[in-house]
């Protein structure tokens, strides 16, 4: 008998020993899992970071520029049509043909011209536009660097290379070092990068006209999907009678909660664009389809916060004399904004990271200009993403990056709204 126990005893603890193991071991693969994701996420971030936060640098040279009217071509004229057809490049030139007299000839200049931005020219005419006084005197001012010389200075161009296979000559990097030990050319932080909109030029290229686009799409999305999505949950989970009708309504919520966000952009060119002929590119088109994207997922989370409302709540409001409206706007309503403003929080992350619906409206056009309201031609953050990323010039590269950047934080804003705003709502039953 005594034999017979032992014998017992042992397998028992050799079959716990072994489920001890197996436990150590799940342990051990769940804390391998979360370290193995959260270094993914590490290194995504790393990644990101550290090849966008160039883009908040951008390379200046500074001149010194003499306003003659002979090099602008002005004969004396001093109207406004003038001045707007004045050879304000042939100012840069010849700034820098007086700084490096080597710059000769017409390949000379074209060359030196390409240490500086474009923008340079464009710069200058709206200073004489504003003043013609100007015109006959001379000024020391600063400009964007071209986007070579920028990359340069960032060390993405090896220097080190043959001629032919860089895109700065050595005539052009010496005239860069010249720069760079005078104290005319350096890294300034890209205040540009956030106030200018679009260009086909990385130097000018800025994340304003596609941030402004974000804003006035999630604003629409916001105020049409959040109201609609919380009064269709409260109707189905609240007033609506079970029947076959409202079970064919809750199969297809949840299933347009899984359709592909490609086909929402579809729905959208062929109601709003083709039917209604809404303006191609716009916010408000952007908002009405991703409306349509997030309202599955917001009337989902809402029911489920809904009907997370103790049923006692409804039964002392019933109680009390209070209507079934009563009870719902007055009492579960509020108890349940929390979970509501959670499945918003989701909503709106999709939202604002969705880019297939939106190319197909028209958004990635190239839109230069900063949109002033809902109907002006406008791109968003993840469509300005795609550009860039799509774009082969070497320094549209680290902006791409430095875009990510932008729309994580404008997500985390977005987010840290909503937690605020679901901290203030929130009860205790």
């Known amino acids: 008998m005594s034999n017979s126990v032992q014998q017992t005893q042992a397998r028992v603890a050799a079959s716990l020993r072994r489920r001890y193991r197996a436990e150590r071991r799940f342990k051990l693969y769940g804390l391998l899992a979360v370290l193995l994701g959260v270094s993914f996420v590490l290194f995504l971030f790393g990644a990101i970071i550290a090849q966008g936060a160039a883009a908040f640098r951008q390379a200046q040279v500074t001149l010194d520029i003499q306003y003659n009217e002979d090099v602008l071509g002005l004969a004396g004229e001093r109207t406004p049509e003038a001045l707007a057809t004045a050879d304000y490049a042939a100012l840069v030139r010849e700034a820098l043909r007086a700084r490096f007299p080597d710059a000769q000839g017409r390949e000379g200049g074209r060359a030196a011209l390409r240490l500086v931005s474009n923008s340079a020219a464009h710069e ?21 660097a071209g986007a070579d010389v920028d990359q340069f200075l960032k060390g993405k161009i090896d220097r080190t290379l043959p001629e032919d296979q860089r895109p700065l ?47 006035y799409t999630l604003l629409v999305t916001l105020v049409l999907s959040f109201p609609i999505g919380v009064a269709a949950a409260a109707y189905l989970e609240e007033f609506a009678p079970r029947n076959r009708w409202t079970d064919l309504i809750e199969v297809n919520i949840n299933n347009l909660a899984a359709v592909p966000s490609i086909v929402f952009g579809l729905l959208g060119l062929a109601l709003f664009l083709n039917f209604f002929g809404l303006p191609r590119s716009a916010p408000l088109v952007g908002g009405l389809v991703l409306t349509l994207l997030t309202l599955p997922t917001i009337i989902i989370t809402s029911r489920a916060a809904i009907r997370a409302v103790p049923p006692s709540i409804r039964e002392a409001a019933l109680g009390m004399g209070a209507s079934n409206l009563q009870m719902v706007t007055d009492h579960v309503l ?21 880019t297939a619906p939106l190319l197909m409206i028209g958004m990635v056009a190239f839109i230069v200009d900063v949109p002033r309201g809902f109907t002006d031609p406008s791109t968003v953050l993840p469509v300005q993403v795609f550009l860039w990323a799509d774009s082969p010039e070497r320094a549209f590269v680290e902006r791409t990056s430095a875009a990510i950047i932008v729309l994580l934080l404008f997500l985390l804003i977005v987010n840290a709204t909503a937690a605020v705003l679901r901290r203030r709502f929130e009860r205790r039953w």
């Open 124 to 144: 200058l005419q709206r200073r004489v536009e504003v003043d013609p006084s100007r015109i006959g005197t001379g000024e020391r001012l600063t400009f964007l």
């Open 169 to 215: 000559s050595d005539q052009q990097i010496a005239w860069i070092d010249a720069l760079r030990e005078d104290g005319a050319l350096r890294l300034a932080f890209n205040r540009g990068f956030f106030t200018n909109g679009d260009s086909r030029e990385p130097e000018q290229a800025g994340v304003l006209g596609a941030l402004a686009g974000s804003m």
């Open 334 to 354: 509020p108890l349940a904004m929390p979970g509501i403003l959670t499945g918003a929080i989701i909503g709106l992350a999709r939202a604002l990271g969705e």
